[in-house]
């Protein structure tokens, strides 16, 4: 019954304790027998130590109130800044979102971001406090600070502690009584929006749906609106902790279905499923395509694996179709991948997914943004996220970088670090601060998205001591002075090596790349200049010293698996390095050595 169904999603900044109440929700509803230590809902190694839920799942639970089983189906949402586009799919599919705040972190960028969002979908937000068990008290300002971004009353806040199970029947007790069941009409034509696919070897791609008008019945021939392509319905189930198969999904239900799709890309999440006979006349809201912002190419640390790295990424991809890539090749890095993705994080998720999921070492060069390049002879620009397709500087007319609109959560005290960060990436402050409690600030800044993906996250953090959280949208292309820098290894053009800077951090940037690829590539039996110019002309130099030693001197006449040892380990080593004309390059040369740590 459509009127026993609540769909519902978790919001969050990141760990404040969604994925922790996840599975308390599982484990008090039963949907899990026996209470398991780990989290349930992020399956992969990855997700669970960086804390974060990479890709959106569904599981359904039944919870019995007032003597009547309900059918609540929790949508997990990411909660990362980069996976925003994923969180707004999750919330399309919902009536309803617990907003979870961390009470020892209180309201933090994303916490703002996502309630912005569920508010904006015309959801009702049930706010918990979390973490209470590491309080005696609960603190009025957060309390303060939840009630006015949501709009509530004091009582409407529930204390949990999702971490020992206080308050949890409290909010399944909310979830059935204050969320709405959903609105649909199951005579009408289908409509089903899909909000996640996921890939599996076996079956091909999954398709996880909600219903909004009409049902789904197995063997249905399914129309996907914004392709026009028909598929079968082999299989359509709903999804506990397993799948469980079904004949027939009814309106305001969540489900999978598996029809034989081989390919991500002719699944977009955000289309709407209709029947293929009696078909729906609109689709239920247009969806948006995530665009990549950052590029970067890939290559596999040892030249001989470039076949696996690249049915890796295409299986990757299959997971992850906000992963976009095309073969290149360079004479430094040999045969790789030039890759776009959402923001930084997703990139270096990318990176450690390809190393441990399918154990390949991968060189990752530094992160660029998109451009538009404009030339003389021409009015249309070009669009150009690759370094080594910048053209020759007298034929350029002017150039435009992407710009975001920051918006920066600190405790007051940390306002002017914050504020000489913000400058020092080139940005201006828009409106002035606002406070959001007597201690908590949000500033915006418009910047340009290049500067945040370099080390921006990593110095945030560290000037604020962890207390600033941020969020960005694009906002759009502005005019820019940039200059590429091309770096020089004992007289041979790097190009892996070549940015785009800003005119003003041009020197600053040349000579520290100098220092560190001075530092990072060892030294040989000859001296080898490293020259880094801009425009045509050298502006840094720094140069690494010979030596003469060979390493197996100092074992002379000695134990020969002592020096059997350290060839070896020098073989190993050499792995990792790349040949270019006579000198040996370490594979952290190419990658974003530039990064603060
Ligand atoms: P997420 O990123 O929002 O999914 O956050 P997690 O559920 O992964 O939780 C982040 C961290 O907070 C983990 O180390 C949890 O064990 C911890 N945590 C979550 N809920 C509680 C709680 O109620 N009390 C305490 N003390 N720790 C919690
Ligand atoms: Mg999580």
Same mark, same amino acid.
């Given at each position: 019954?459509?009127?026993?169904?609540?769909?519902? *999603?978790?919001?969050?900044?990141?760990? %404040?304790?969604?994925?922790?109440?996840?599975?308390?929700?599982?484990?008090?509803?039963? =949907?899990?027998?026996?209470?398991?230590?780990?989290?349930?809902?992020?399956?992969?190694?990855?997700?669970?130590?960086?804390?974060?839920?990479?890709?959106?799942?569904?599981?359904?639970?039944?919870?019995?109130?007032?003597?009547?089983?309900?059918?609540?189906?929790?949508?997990?949402?990411?909660?990362?800044?980069?996976?925003?586009?994923?969180?707004?799919?999750? $919330?399309?599919?919902?009536?309803?979102?617990?907003?979870?705040?961390?009470? =020892?972190?209180?309201?933090?960028?994303? =916490?703002?971001?996502?309630?912005?969002?569920?508010?904006?979908? %015309?959801?009702?937000?049930?706010?918990?406090?979390?973490?209470?068990?590491?309080? /005696?008290?609960?603190?009025?300002?957060?309390?303060?600070?939840?009630?006015?971004?949501?709009? *509530?009353?004091?009582? /409407?806040?529930? +204390?949990?502690?999702?971490?020992?199970?206080?308050?949890?029947?409290?909010?399944?007790?909310?979830?059935?009584?204050?969320?709405?069941?959903?609105?649909?009409? +199951?005579?009408?034509?289908?409509?089903?929006? $899909?909000?996640?696919?996921?890939?599996?070897?076996?079956?091909?791609?999954? !398709?996880?749906?909600?219903?909004?008008?009409?049902?789904?019945?197995?063997?249905?021939?399914?129309?996907?609106?914004?392709?026009?392509?028909?598929?079968?319905?082999?299989?359509?189930?709903?999804?506990?902790?397993? %799948?469980?198969?079904?004949?027939?999904?009814?309106?305001?239900?969540?489900?999978?279905?598996?029809?034989?799709?081989?390919?991500?890309?002719?699944?977009?999440?955000?289309?709407?499923?209709?029947?293929?006979?009696? +078909?729906? =006349?609109?689709?239920?809201?247009?969806?948006?395509?995530?665009?990549?912002?950052?590029?970067?190419?890939?290559?596999?640390?040892?030249?001989?694996?470039?076949?696996?790295?690249?049915?890796?990424?295409?299986?990757?991809?299959?997971?992850?179709?906000?992963?976009?890539?095309?073969?290149?090749?360079?004479?430094?890095?040999?045969?790789?991948?030039? *890759?776009?993705?959402?923001?930084?994080?997703?990139?270096?998720?990318?990176?450690?997914?390809?190393?441990?999921?399918?154990?390949?070492?991968?060189?990752?060069?530094?992160?660029?943004?998109?451009?538009?390049?404009?030339?003389?002879?021409?009015?249309?620009?070009?669009?150009?996220?690759?370094?080594?397709?910048?053209?020759?500087?007298?034929?350029?007319?002017? !150039?435009?970088?992407?710009?975001?609109?920051?918006?920066?959560?600190?405790?007051?005290?940390?306002?002017?670090?914050?504020?000489?960060? *913000?400058?020092?990436?080139?940005?201006? &402050?828009?409106?002035?601060?606002?406070?959001?409690?007597?201690?908590?600030?949000?500033?915006?800044?418009?910047?340009?998205?290049?500067?945040?993906?370099?080390?921006?996250?990593?110095?945030?953090?560290? $000037?604020?001591?962890?207390?600033?959280?941020?969020?960005?949208?694009?906002?759009?292309?502005?005019?820019?002075?940039?200059?590429?820098?091309?770096?020089?290894?004992?007289?041979?053009?790097?190009?892996?090596?070549?940015?785009?800077?800003?005119?003003?951090?041009?020197?600053?940037?040349?000579?520290?790349?100098?220092?560190?690829?001075?530092?990072?590539?060892?030294?040989?039996?000859?001296?080898?200049?490293?020259?880094?110019?801009?425009?045509?002309?050298?502006?840094?130099?720094?140069? $690494?010293?010979?030596?003469?030693?060979?390493?197996?001197?100092?074992?002379?006449?000695?134990?020969?698996?002592?020096?059997?040892?350290?060839?070896?380990?020098?073989?190993?080593?050499?792995?990792? &390095?790349?040949?270019?004309?006579?000198?040996?390059?370490?594979?952290?040369?190419?990658?974003?050595?530039?990064?603060?740590?």
């Amino acid at each position: 019954m459509i009127h026993d169904i609540r769909n519902f *999603c978790i919001i969050a900044h990141i760990d %404040h304790g969604k994925s922790t109440l996840a599975d308390r929700l599982l484990e008090f509803t039963k =949907t899990v027998s026996e209470k398991k230590r780990s989290q349930l809902l992020d399956d992969m190694d990855l997700e669970r130590e960086r804390g974060i839920t990479i890709k959106s799942h569904a599981v359904q639970m039944e919870y019995k109130y007032n003597n009547k089983i309900y059918i609540l189906n929790l949508i997990d949402t990411p909660g990362h800044v980069d996976f925003s586009y994923e969180v707004s799919r999750s $919330i399309s599919a919902c009536e309803g979102a617990i907003l979870v705040v961390d009470c =020892t972190k209180s309201v933090q960028a994303q =916490t703002i971001s996502h309630l912005s969002l569920a508010l904006k979908n %015309h959801l009702i937000i049930i706010p918990v406090l979390n973490k209470i068990d590491l309080y /005696d008290s609960i603190s009025e300002d957060v309390m303060k600070e939840i009630m006015e971004l949501v709009g *509530c009353k004091m009582e /409407d806040i529930i +204390p949990i502690s999702a971490k020992n199970g206080l308050g949890i029947n409290h909010v399944l007790n909310k979830i059935v009584t204050r969320i709405p069941y959903p609105k649909g009409d +199951p005579k009408a034509p289908l409509q089903a929006i $899909i909000f996640d696919s996921l890939y599996n070897p076996f079956r091909g791609i999954e !398709i996880l749906f909600r219903i909004e008008n009409g049902c789904i019945r197995k063997g249905q021939k399914l129309r996907f609106m914004s392709t026009g392509k028909i598929y079968s319905a082999y299989e359509i189930g709903i999804l506990k902790l397993k %799948h469980i198969s079904k004949n027939k999904i009814n309106t305001g239900d969540v489900g999978y279905v598996v029809s034989g799709i081989k390919n991500a890309s002719e699944v977009k999440v955000g289309d709407t499923i209709t029947d293929a006979q009696k +078909p729906a =006349t609109k689709a239920i809201q247009k969806f948006k395509e995530f665009k990549p912002m950052v590029f970067a190419s890939i290559y596999p640390v040892d030249s001989d694996k470039y076949e696996d790295l690249r049915s890796s990424i295409e299986k990757l991809q299959l997971n992850d179709a906000a992963l976009s890539f095309s073969p290149e090749s360079s004479p430094a890095l040999g045969f790789g991948f030039h *890759c776009g993705f959402l923001g930084f994080l997703h990139m270096e998720i990318v990176k450690d997914r390809l190393e441990r999921e399918y154990d390949i070492s991968v060189i990752l060069t530094i992160p660029n943004v998109s451009y538009r390049v404009y030339m003389n002879n021409n009015q249309k620009f070009l669009m150009i996220n690759n370094p080594s397709d910048f053209p020759e500087t007298e034929k350029l007319k002017r !150039i435009e970088e992407p710009y975001v609109l920051v918006s920066i959560f600190t405790k007051d005290i940390y306002i002017g670090n914050v504020m000489s960060l *913000c400058i020092e990436k080139r940005g201006i &402050m828009i409106g002035n601060h606002n406070y959001m409690t007597s201690k908590r600030i949000k500033i915006m800044f418009e910047m340009p998205l290049s500067e945040i993906v370099f080390d921006f996250y990593d110095k945030l953090k560290s $000037i604020s001591n962890g207390y600033a959280s941020f969020d960005y949208n694009f906002i759009g292309y502005k005019n820019s002075d940039l200059k590429k820098i091309t770096v020089w290894i004992n007289h041979e053009k790097i190009e892996p090596l070549s940015l785009l800077v800003h005119k003003t951090k041009a020197l600053f940037l040349s000579r520290k790349i100098c220092q560190e690829l001075s530092v990072l590539i060892p030294k040989h039996q000859f001296s080898i200049p490293i020259q880094v110019s801009v425009s045509g002309r050298i502006i840094a130099r720094e140069t $690494i010293k010979s030596f003469r030693k060979n390493v197996t001197d100092k074992c002379y006449g000695g134990d020969i698996s002592r020096k059997r040892k350290l060839l070896e380990k020098q073989k190993k080593g050499k792995k990792k &390095m790349r040949q270019i004309g006579k000198v040996e390059i370490p594979s952290s040369a190419f990658m974003n050595f530039l990064k603060v740590k």
